[in-house]
C-alpha cells in the first residue's frame, strides 16, 4: 500500500507542476483574421408580399464595419437602384457574437442549398462567410418554413440545418437591422422555437 501511495504522490505532482507551467486562459477574445467578413443576402420570392420586395445585403467585417445596401424603386430614374445606407461600426462584442453563432451553427459543415430550390413563393436568404479568401456560401429556399418544418422533430432541433441558418441570420440582423420592418430577430427566434 506504501508503493501505492508513492505513485501516487509521484503522479500529482507531476500533475501540479505540469499545470503550474501551463499558461493561463485568456480572458481576451480570439482575434479575428483582418478579412474575415459575413455577408446576408434577403431575395424577395417570386410573389412577393406588398412592402417585402426590398431586395438587400448586410455585410459585416472583422473591425466591425457595418454596410447594407436596398433596392428600391426610384421614380425619378424609372427603375429599381440601389442605395447604400450609412455605414455603422459595430461594438467588438458585437462582432464576437456573431463569429460566435457561425461556430455554434456550425456553418462551414452546413451544405451548399438548404430547402426546395424550385420554390418561387418564398424568399429566400443567402449567407457568405470568407476568410482569407476562403468562401463557404449557403443558400436557405423558404428559410422560415424550413426551420418551422424541422421544430416538429424536438428530439433532433440542435441538428437542424434551416435553424442553424436561422441563429446566424438572427445575429446579423441584431448586428443591422433589415429595411422590412417585419424580418425582426425575434420572429426567426419564435419560429425556430416552435414545437
Known amino acids: 500500500m506504501t508503493r501505492d501511495y508513492g505513485q501516487l504522490l509521484l503522479v500529482m505532482a507531476l500533475a501540479v507542476a505540469t499545470a503550474c507551467n501551463a499558461p493561463a486562459p485568456s480572458a481576451e477574445p480570439l482575434a479575428a483574421p483582418a478579412d474575415w467578413s459575413l455577408t446576408l443576402e434577403y431575395r424577395p420570392s417570386g410573389m412577393p408580399a406588398p412592402g417585402s420586395f426590398v431586395p438587400w445585403i448586410t455585410t459585416i467585417d472583422s473591425h466591425g464595419r457595418c454596410t447594407q445596401s436596398v433596392r428600391r424603386w426610384s421614380d425619378k430614374q424609372d427603375a429599381w437602384v440601389w442605395t447604400e445606407q450609412p455605414e455603422r461600426t459595430l461594438p467588438v462584442a458585437a462582432v464576437d457574437a456573431l463569429r460566435a453563432a457561425l461556430e455554434a451553427a456550425r456553418f462551414d459543415e452546413l451544405p451548399r442549398y438548404l430547402g426546395d430550390r424550385s420554390v418561387t413563393d418564398q424568399y429566400s436568404f443567402v449567407l457568405v462567410r ?62 425556430t422555437r416552435r414545437a
Open 130 to 191: 470568407n476568410v482569407g479568401g476562403d468562401e463557404h456560401r449557403v443558400e436557405s429556399y423558404g428559410p422560415a418554413v424550413l426551420a418551422w418544418a424541422e421544430t416538429q422533430d424536438v428530439s433532433a432541433r440542435a441538428a437542424q440545418p434551416g435553424q442553424r441558418f436561422l441563429s446566424v441570420v438572427v445575429e446579423v440582423l441584431r448586428c443591422m437591422p433589415s429595411p422590412i420592418s417585419s424580418q425582426t430577430p425575434e420572429f426567426f427566434e419564435r419560429i
